[in-house]
């Protein structure tokens, strides 16, 4: 997502954090159409950034983090498939 064009500078400076990795992101990754190599973007993602703005951790952990969202006002929380497959196995 932070390779995406207005996107990544959205979430980055909703969340206070520093718009400067995004051009090294950009490099190896697009956002559209996706393409480039995923991992060498994501090596370049600060672990609190992961943290901060994803949902990383056991399914308990998942899950905690969305009752935050929920109690934040999120009424229906959107998740990615690989999120999916931790909480719920076999849901690919």
């Known amino acids: 997502m932070l390779s995406i064009p207005r996107q990544?500078?959205?979430l980055?400076?909703?969340a206070?954090?520093?718009?400067?990795?995004l051009e090294g992101i950009r490099e190896?990754?697009?956002?559209?159409?996706?393409?480039g190599?995923?991992?060498a973007a994501g090596k370049l993602v600060p672990v609190?950034?992961?943290h901060e703005?994803?949902?990383?951790?056991?399914?308990?952990?998942?899950?905690a983090r969305i009752d935050e969202y929920r109690r934040a006002g999120v009424q229906i929380p959107v998740l990615g498939i690989s999120t999916l497959e931790a909480v719920m196995?076999?849901?690919s």
């Open 8 to 10: 990544g500078e959205l």
């Open 12 to 14: 980055l400076e909703k």
């Open 16 to 21: 206070g954090f520093d718009l400067g990795i």
């Open 28 to 35: 190896e990754v697009r956002g559209y159409p996706h393409g």
């Open 37 to 39: 190599n995923r991992t």
């Open 48 to 50: 609190e950034v992961a």
């Open 53 to 63: 703005l994803t949902l990383i951790g056991t399914a308990a952990e998942v899950g």
């Open 89 to 91: 196995p076999g849901a």
